[in-house]
């Protein structure tokens, strides 16, 4: 069984809150269909803009599989950014998954699938709005 | 955070304090206690080893020891385990309470909301796997207005313990933090390693401290297992952050005029 850590947000996921107890039963719920072994979830500071934890499971990124996300939409809503942080996990030839909109990350390829969505959703967001 | 430097500057202008709790949390962010009742810490341990022994056929009973009978492997489930199994005895939170309840009384007053269920913790030797690095609690759901009393089931020391920034150095953090916000908080605990206290705690003793304060702790490098339990309290009727009431907190103590008060309702014409 792969092994991995969770990651959950304590701000809110693209304007919606979601309970920390919720995030972790979607992480919890896709880690057993994709038969994971799921250890903590890191919990991001609720401080503005703060990828520190995040950050913090770069840095431990070998002593796991791969990073199962609560949603894409815990990280930065610019490209560049987010794909900067992807893009360290792809060089360590690990993965990150986003388990409310079941998708993964695994290779550079992925990065774009996942840049096409969030821009779309953003786009729909901003007219919504 | 600004306004809560203001009336620590404000504190520290008057001359003498007298040693209330009050002033001591506001002074040090946090106080170590002799439990105002040994029989509920004793029975609260009691209690502890009773469900590990159901859980662990060959514990020995012997808190200190728990690394020799479980794997770091099978710890969750251990924890998650005993964890159910205590926050289903009626009487825990009374006991919890009646380690410290004069000092909650004076910090945070008499109508009460409890955490709905009581974290316990345990901290195997070079255990990697359930470490809290460093947060505050206030960072992940929790509001400024909550108080933690943690209690240890065995004597706590050096990495057996945990670690908090004390309130005087609360400004350097800031600063740091904003010079280190795209680094990680590991970096962040680097590079502030020595402003952190250490608190050595015996068995007996709780530790009550300011959330707001950043706080954590790292690998068990010492030979022996920590367990220790963590409780939030907080005023019924004070704002609650992300962890609400109903999700994470629970009335505790409510007096009558309270009652009186939210049943009340204005008559219709």
């Known amino acids: 069984m792969k092994k991995v850590k969770g990651y959950i947000s304590s701000r809110k996921v693209f304007g919606n809150f979601y309970p920390q107890k919720v995030q972790n039963l979607v992480i919890r719920d896709y880690c057993k269909r994709k038969k994971y072994f799921f250890l903590f979830s890191s919990v991001e500071y609720s ?14 990124i070998d002593k796991v599989k791969g990073i199962v996300c609560f949603s894409i939409f815990q990280f930065p809503l610019d490209n560049k950014i987010r794909n900067n942080m992807f893009n360290k996990i792809i060089k360590k030839k690990k993965f ?34 | 955070m600004i306004f809560q430097i203001q009336i620590l500057k404000d504190h520290f202008n008057m001359k003498k304090l007298p040693k209330t709790y009050s002033n001591i949390l506001l002074k040090n962010g946090y106080l170590i206690i002799n439990s105002e009742n040994y029989g509920s810490i004793e029975w609260i341990k009691n209690l502890i080893i009773k469900t590990i022994k159901k859980n662990v056929k060959k514990f020995d009973g012997e808190l200190n020891n728990l690394h020799k009978f479980v794997s770091i492997k099978k710890l ?52 990697n796997s359930s470490l809290l690095s460093l947060h505050s609690d206030v960072w992940s759901g929790d509001s400024p207005y909550e108080i933690v009393v943690w209690i240890p089931m065995v ?5 057996k313990s945990m670690y908090i920034l004390p309130q005087n150095k609360y400004s350097k953090f800031l600063n740091t933090l904003k010079k280190l916000k795209n680094k990680s908080s590991n970096q962040l605990y680097k590079k502030l390693k020595n402003d952190f206290i250490w608190l050595n705690l015996k068995f007996g003793q709780i530790l009550i ?15 022996t297992s920590r367990i220790s339990l963590n409780c939030r309290f907080k005023g ?7 962890k609400t009431l109903g999700d994470f907190f629970e009335p505790f103590s409510m007096k009558v005029i309270s009652k009186i008060g939210t049943n009340y309702k204005l008559p219709k014409l």
């Open chain 2, 76 to 127: 969750n489930k251990i924890r998650m385990s005993v964890y159910n199994t205590i926050n289903k005895n009626t009487e825990l939170k009374k006991k919890y309470f009646s380690v410290c309840n004069n000092v909650i009384d004076e910090l945070v007053g008499n109508e009460l909301a409890i955490q709905k269920k009581i974290n316990i913790s345990f901290q195997l030797p070079k255990d």
């Open chain 2, 155 to 159: 004597d706590v020391y050096r990495t």
């Open chain 2, 209 to 223: 401290f300011n959330q707001t304060l950043p706080h954590g702790n790292v690998i068990n490098e010492e030979k």
């Open chain 1, 96 to 129: 990150i998954d986003f388990a409310l909109e079941e998708i993964s990350i695994k290779k550079k390829v992925d990065i774009l699938n996942v840049n096409e969505l969030a821009t779309i959703r953003y786009e729909d967001e901003i007219k919504k709005k």
């Open chain 1, 47 to 60: 401080i503005n803009k703060s990828y520190l934890i995040f950050e913090e499971l770069l840095e431990n």
């Open chain 2, 236 to 242: 019924l009727f004070t704002p609650y952050g992300t």
